[in-house]
């Protein structure tokens, strides 16, 4: 079993360019079923989910491509429209293959996807919303076949701002007969990635990046090239490690509108954060000060940072809040920071931390990916050794964390 053995203490410093982002590559990577022709899609992170996802395009007949980090998919030869549910299994945007696969095809057959466990994550609004468009819905034995000899533009609105839902029904859409109204949708950077590589395709799409988006009906897709937009979770999570260790580091290639709420609170720990155009420097200030975060839809402070954040509040003078209010059940990695010495109490979606002197190292395992990078980032600022197992989470989404942290001056291995 693969571990990070990482020994805490050092301050990161130095430069970092951040790659492309996993949750805009996936569902952009789906989207390409629905293409008349060739799509490149470039800056792509090599990640599990990627490969996974590589996999599925393959499996419905695809002609895939991988040189570093450009994919190319020629859509064309796919004959199949049954998402094999080993692969459906492995992540959740699998989920993703629904709407184009029923928007190109008229048929799609899903098992429930899998993913990260920090809540029961239901499909309910994706499903609902192809009901509306259109779409027959059946379930049965694990699986989900939607049907439809066409869909018809209609309005929907979500009971809440779902990342995935409005990236499905944005995409189920594109070949609907006349207007769909997507509203109370979420407003992501991924959202609007995904809509300006349709955009470029020939779909006709208004709005995404607010809460309500329109989607003209058309007839066909060409193929396009496309880069995909920087991991700004991965540039919070790098920034916030930096800042835990009370390092200075700049991030190069990164979009800093996407990062608003995470540089707010890093400031308001008393970390200094310059900005300038698509560059962010972060330099441990004097002080370290509680903060407290609630996790809300873009743009909020996104639920992806918050157990990062967690890591970082471990040791600041003073009693912070995280309230979590995305999903009901991520707070797994909150065991292991105890175990490394933290300070933190949970009564439900809520956690007081209280600060500590210091992290202590130990041996601690990552059930979530997100809850992974946290531990590592204690492991940084921890006294001794930590070693972090479960490392297939962290895989998913961080691609080669362990290198990246070595360049920047920590002492991280990765061992068998
Ligand atoms: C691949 C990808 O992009 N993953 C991101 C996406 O996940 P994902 O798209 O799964 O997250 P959603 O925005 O859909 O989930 C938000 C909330 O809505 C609920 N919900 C969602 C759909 C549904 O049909 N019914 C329902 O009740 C979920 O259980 C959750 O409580 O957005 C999350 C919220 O920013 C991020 O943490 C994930 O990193
Ligand atoms: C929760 C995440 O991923 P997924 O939605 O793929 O499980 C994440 O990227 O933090």
Redesign the pocket.
């Known amino acids: 079993m693969e571990a990070f053995e990482v020994t805490g203490g050092r301050p990161l410093y130095g430069t970092t360019k951040i790659y492309g982002a996993k949750?805009a590559a996936?569902p952009i990577l789906a989207a390409t079923v629905m293409a008349g022709d060739v799509c490149v899609i470039e800056g792509v992170p090599r990640l599990q989910d990627v490969r996974v996802m590589v996999r599925i395009l393959q499996s419905l007949g695809a002609q895939v491509e991988w040189i570093d980090d450009t994919i190319t998919v020629d859509p064309r030869p796919i004959h199949s429209t049954d998402v094999p549910s080993d692969l459906m299994r492995q992540m959740?945007?699998s989920i993703f293959l629904m709407g184009p696969l029923l928007a190109r095809f008229g048929e799609v057959r899903v098992s429930r996807p899998g993913?990260c466990v920090i809540?029961?994550?239901?499909?309910?609004?994706?499903l609902r919303g192809m009901r509306d468009l259109g779409a027959k819905v059946e379930e049965a034995h694990g699986y989900v076949r939607c049907t439809a000899n066409r869909l018809y533009g209609t309005h929907i609105s979500l009971d809440?701002p779902?990342?995935?839902?409005t990236e499905n029904l944005m995409m189920a859409a594109v070949f609907a007969d006349g207007v769909t109204v997507l509203e109370n949708v979420?407003r992501?950077p991924?959202i609007v990635d995904l809509a300006r590589f349709l955009e470029k395709c020939g779909a006709s799409i208004e709005g995404a990046g607010d809460d309500s988006i329109r989607i003209y009906g058309v007839h066909h897709l060409t193929g396009t090239t496309h880069q995909v937009i920087p991991d700004r979770i991965v540039a919070g999570t790098v920034m916030i490690a930096a800042a835990a260790t009370g390092g200075d580091v700049t991030l190069e290639g990164v979009i800093p509108s996407h990062l608003g709420a995470t540089i707010t609170k890093l400031k308001e720990t008393g970390v200094q954060v310059i900005v300038d155009r698509d560059i962010i420097r972060v330099n441990q200030g004097a002080s370290r000060l509680a903060a407290d975060i609630r996790t809300a839809?873009f743009p909020g402070f996104?639920?992806?940072l918050q157990a990062p954040a967690m890591a970082l509040l471990t040791t600041v003078s003073g009693t912070s809040v995280i309230r979590e209010s995305?999903?009901?059940a991520r707070f797994k990695h909150v065991n292991e920071l105890v175990r490394m010495g933290a300070d933190i109490a949970v009564d439900i979606q809520t956690a007081v931390i209280r600060g500590v002197p210091r992290l202590s190292g130990a041996l601690v395992e990552a059930s979530d990916l997100r809850g992974g990078a946290a531990l590592v980032i204690a492991g940084l600022m921890a006294e001794g050794k930590t070693r972090i197992e479960g490392l297939q989470h962290i895989d998913r989404g961080y691609q080669q964390l362990d290198t990246m942290l070595r360049d920047l001056g920590a002492d991280i291995v990765r061992i068998d």
């Open positions: 949750n996936l959740r945007s993913g809540g029961q994550r239901p499909i309910d609004y994706h809440f779902s990342v995935g839902a979420a992501e991924e839809p996104p639920t992806d995305v999903f009901e």
